[in-house]
């Protein structure tokens, strides 16, 4: 077979004309719409294969729901590769429904209005195709348009021997009326098919013919695709259809395919190969030639051409070019092994289906990668050309993990079967040295792996750089320890390539555990982050129909070492947990002044069942309960203070010590599990911000905690955010007792004092604490937020420039800074400000995402927050909080049906979710179906009772439905709970407005003293 001929743009053929004969026409379900919500849906999509002829007729009928859909589609584009099709336009014509409700086509598009482009969509993937896209800007398309068109792809050039294949996955994210797919013109073609469908799912409906067969399938569900699943699962219809008989025949096609691909430019090939070779054994040759091939031959496809997607490129053209994909490469790498006298084969796989392959019948439309497979002395071999840092000799060589896979073999008579992934492991031991004295604390890490998971970090080492690399792992570390100095230069790499293990030891200095410039503090926290270098991470709120892929065999092992002079001795221990597919260990050990926590993740299934899901997530939490170090590390005292310490295996940031008194008639304690974890239990609600279930908890333990600083503050923040302010008065002072001059209590009696409505004590406070040396962020956080309530906006806007000068994307300041640039009429820089940061940041985050959403809402652009807003819900999709605030920038534009639509599925997605209640009684109460508002208000309040917005938007409709009475006691209450609250005290005065009470003008001032500009600003009605 001769070298691929890339086609230029300017002899792409296409043309318009009507579909050919062989075409049927399908009826369209005019009557039908998308779902409420649905942006746009299609009425028809119509698919005709031609088997004899290879040609493929599409036809779409989409109707356009929504102005954004207006926005989006209107823009109509057809792509094909002209290396290898041709394209016949029928037909481009809009439908738009006429005043007595019939639908009516409008002048179809003329060939004139076409545009032929050509782009590379995926080239920073490097990946060139080649294609070229036909191109239609539609004019005057209106809400309820229907867009019909319809197009045959032709093949240009068959490639000799090539029979008809074909693979349909009948999914689709979208609304679908009707989905029509045909098999035509197939007599004289042995064509078989065969349709997989999973239990339970509707089946198309099969209707024979004469000269083929056809498949209608009405109403198709939409398909909510999730992520990590086995390749060997198909959790919707897959129709397959075939003129291969045998995998055998298969095989000789690609064989007599690639045949001079191979022998292109031998005598190169063998002069590389005669190289590589050179003294070495002939084990030593092959791995040498991997490697070449591996880290010298850099991955760039260039898939244009005739027979493009198929047909690779000459082995001496690549060695030339010293580029290929996966094809070229696994060419080379077969050329060089034969010349090394070696046998040798390109073998095909499926990267994504791995051996789900083998439930299909022979095709060549299955396959999208190539890996090589060899022999050396009777045994096989496998390997991935594609894979950059790969080590191992040939006995500890990684299998490519793909199942099964087809060799290009003329004797190949069936697919084969790959070897199962081996065992990887991965050890990180940090060994903390602490000192009081700020002198000489340091931080050796050793890091150690084997088998892929060596292969994953010696390639990024080689894609990073290895300083870059270092710099990452030492800015990971730095988030749990601000005050360390990193440095990466210290990173020592230890490969032993042919054993396939790699170690990386590193050491930085760390003065202090706790905040730079302050003294260290009296407990050392730190979690099992190690663990999570190969542990897939996973969102726990997400509902599964499908099974969730793990990585398997795998061992993982996180050693924390704590040591120095401050380090007190703690009881050993051991915790084991086993759930669906893990198994997990600590242990403790401790001797004099050192402690030592060792945890061991080890995975014992392949895959975790969607029946499995919910308890895999349970008891992976319950697990990883256990995967936080924390140490006594006090002062030294002359004399030891009257305080018994207990070991224990928490979360960090739980308790771990306090003096116990008797909590047997204490019911609060009794049910928490003890004193010990009812403490414990406490710190984790505050890091959860579910501050009454805190509260509750730590005032019934907290006379047993007075002489525990730690302690006393979270109390004094749970009681603060629970008005409860007396009480946090009082362990405030207990605080400040216990430890004079820090800044910690100070910042929270700024809280209470705005909490209490109280300002200008807040702010004078506020200004005290940043004038000190050393004062961390959320100091400046807070002076910033109330010097604007306050309306000193100088210095709102130089406190949070100090914040942005330490941390330049911090989403908060970010938000805030540009938010006052926008208000002081600083318009364009307040945009550029915000859009500008965003854009520099290598990926943008959720927090970034929902900043700009808040922006754009806040400075009255509705319509501009809800993209933001939408992928900031996608980014993290476990976050309530982000989906409530894409229902607020749906309603703040108001869309109020879209924004119930899309509350509806939040409230399911996040049963029992505050924030999900929030969503959908502000969306239900904005549309009127005040049915499903009131009883999603309630929930609201019930699960967010610390939450002034929800009993504040809950009386704001009592009053709306025609209750003022009950919405006057209900707000009241909250006024003395919440007095800080701006909007709960305007929403009380509207109440005593509407029942002519003359309290109603002092509510107003009050409103009018308190809201903040994001309040006005946002404000729902």
């Known amino acids: 077979m001769s070298m691929r001929v890339h086609v230029p743009i300017e002899q792409a053929e296409w043309s318009v004309q009507p579909p050919a004969e062989w075409v049927r026409q399908r009826s369209v379900d005019w009557a039908w719409r998308p779902a409420e919500g649905q942006g746009f849906g299609f009425l028809l999509i119509d698919e005709q294969h031609h088997v004899a002829s290879q040609a493929l007729y599409v036809r779409t009928v989409k109707m356009l729901a929504s102005l954004s859909a207006v926005q989006t589609q209107s823009q109509v584009v057809v792509e094909f590769d002209p290396a290898a099709q041709r394209l016949q336009l029928h037909e481009l014509a809009i439908w738009r429904m006429s005043a007595e409700g019939a639908w009516q086509k409008r002048e179809p598009v003329a060939k004139e209005a076409f545009l032929l482009r050509q782009r590379e969509q995926q080239f920073e993937q490097q990946m060139l195709k080649g294609y070229v896209s036909l191109v239609a800007l539609l004019e005057d398309v209106r809400v309820g348009d229907v867009i019909d068109l319809s197009w045959t792809l032709l093949p240009r050039e068959p490639l000799p021997g090539l029979l008809f294949t074909a693979l349909h996955f009948l999914a689709w994210s979208v609304p679908v009326a009707t989905y029509c797919l045909a098999l035509t013109g197939a007599s004289g073609c042995d064509l078989r098919w065969r349709l997989h469908t999973p239990d339970g799912a509707a089946v198309p409906v099969e209707t024979s013919e004469a000269d083929g067969v056809s498949w209608r399938y009405d109403r198709p569900p939409m398909f909510q695709a999730e992520g990590n699943v086995p390749g ?11 003129c291969w008989q045998t995998w055998g025949q298969v095989a000789r096609f690609f064989a007599e395919l690639w045949a001079d691909a191979a022998n292109d430019a031998a005598e190169s090939v063998a002069a590389e190969a005669q190289r590589l070779a050179d003294g070495k054994t002939r084990a030593a040759a092959i791995v040498a030639a991997l490697r070449f091939v591996q880290n010298d031959i850099r991955y760039l496809s260039v898939d244009f051409g005739h027979g493009a997607g198929m047909l690779p490129n000459g082995a001496g053209t690549v060695l030339r070019r010293r580029f290929g994909d996966c094809k070229d490469k696994s060419i080379l790498l077969a050329a060089l092994l034969r010349e090394l006298g070696i046998a040798a084969w390109p073998v095909l796989v499926a990267s994504g289906w791995h051996d789900g392959i083998q439930r299909l019948m022979p095709s060549t439309a299955c396959f999208n990668h190539v890996i090589v497979g060899f022999e050396l002395d009777g045994q096989r071999y496998f390997a991935d050309p594609t894979v950059v840092g790969q080590g191992g000799d040939l006995e500890r060589l990684a299998a490519p993990p793909f199942g099964a896979g087809l060799q290009i073999d003329p004797a190949t008579d069936a697919l084969l ?12 031991t940090e060994t903390f040295t602490l000192d009081r004295k700020c002198r000489d604390g340091a931080v050796d890490q050793v890091l150690e792996a084997s088998g892929w998971l060596a292969d994953d970090i010696r390639a990024a080492i080689l894609n990073q750089g290895q300083r870059q690399f270092a710099k990452q792992r030492a800015d990971a570390l730095q988030q749990n320890f601000p005050a360390l100095l990193p440095n990466p230069e210290s990173m020592q790499i230890g490969d032993d390539s042919d054993g396939n293990r790699i170690e990386l030891r590193s050491r930085h200095s760390l003065p202090t555990w706790g905040q730079a410039g302050r003294k260290p503090p009296d407990f050392f926290s730190y979690g099992a982050h190690g663990l999570f270098l190969a542990v897939e991470t996973i969102d726990p709120h997400q509902q599964r129909a499908q099974p969730f892929l793990l990585r398997h065999p795998l061992r993982v092992c996180h050693s924390v070492v704590v040591r120095g002079k401050a380090v007190k001795k703690q009881k050993a221990g051991a915790f084991t947990h086993e759930g669906p597919g893990f198994r997990y260990r600590v242990d403790v050990r401790s001797r004099r002044r050192e402690v030592r926590f060792d945890y061991r993740w080890e995975s014992t299934a392949a895959e975790i069942a969607a029946e499995q899901w919910p308890d895999y997530c349970q008891q992976r939490a319950a697990a990883l309960e256990r995967a936080g170090a924390l140490v006594h590390t006090p002062p030294f005292k002359p004399v030891a203070a009257a305080l018994r310490l207990f070991p224990v295996l928490a979360v960090v940031g739980g308790l771990a010590a306090g003096w116990l008194g008797n909590a047997g008639n204490n019911r609060i304690v009794r049910e928490a599990g003890g004193i010990e974890a009812a403490g414990s239990k406490a710190f984790e609600h505050v890091k959860r911000s579910e501050f009454s279930q805190a509260y509750s908890l730590a005032a019934a333990v907290q006379p047993n905690y007075r002489n525990n600083f730690d302690f006393q503050i979270m109390f004094s923040e749970a009681a603060i955010r629970t008005g409860h302010f007396a009480e946090a008065e009082q362990a405030l002072a207990q605080a400040r007792s216990l430890r004079t001059g820090e800044i910690l209590p100070e910042q929270l009696q700024a809280a209470l004092f705005e909490a209490r409505g109280q300002l200008p004590q807040a702010l004078e406070l506020l200004k005290r604490l940043a004038g000190q040396a050393g004062a961390p962020e959320r100091v400046y956080a ?49 945009d550029s400000l915000i859009t500008g940061v965003i854009a520099s940041q290598p990926v ?17 652009r509705p319509e501009r927050a809800i993209e933001p807003a939408r992928r900031a819900s996608e980014r993290e999709p476990g976050d309530p909080y982000l989906a409530y605030k894409h229902v607020r920038a749906l309603i703040e534009s108001g869309r109020h049906a879209e924004a119930l639509a899309v509350a509806i599925g939040v409230s399911e997605k996040f049963p029992r979710q505050p924030m999900a209640a929030a969503a959908l009684a502000t969306a239900a109460a904005m549309a009127n179906d005040n049915l499903r508002a009131e009883p999603a208000f309630k929930e609201w309040v019930e699960l967010a009772p610390d939450n002034p917005d929800a009993v504040s938007s809950y009386g704001f409709f009592l009053h709306r439905t025609g209750r003022d009475r009950e919405a006057q006691s209900l707000l009241e209450a909250a006024t003395h709970k919440f007095p800080a609250h701006g909007n709960l005290w305007l929403n009380y005065s509207v109440v005593l407005d509407a029942l002519g009470d003359t309290n109603a003008a002092e509510a107003r001032q009050q409103a009018a003293r308190l809201m903040t500009d994001e309040q006005r600003a946002t404000l729902v009605r």
Request: hydrophobic residues 45%; without cysteine; proline residues 8%.
């Open 232 to 242: 060997g699962h198909w959790p919707f219809p897959v129709l397959e259809a075939t």
């Open 417 to 428: 079967e790959l070897p199962p992934p081996a065992l990887a492991e991965l050890t990180l």
């Open 844 to 860: 943008s985050s959720a927090a970034l995402e929902g900043a700009l959403a808040r922006y754009f809402s806040v400075t009255g």
């Open 782 to 830: 807070d002076l910033a937020r109330v010097s604007e309530r306050t309306g000193e906006f100088g210095n709102a806007r130089a406190a949070w420039e100090t914040v942005l000068s330490r941390h330049p994307a911090e989403p908060e300041a970010l938000y805030s800074l540009a938010r006052l640039l926008w208000l002081a009429g600083e318009r364009e820089r307040g």
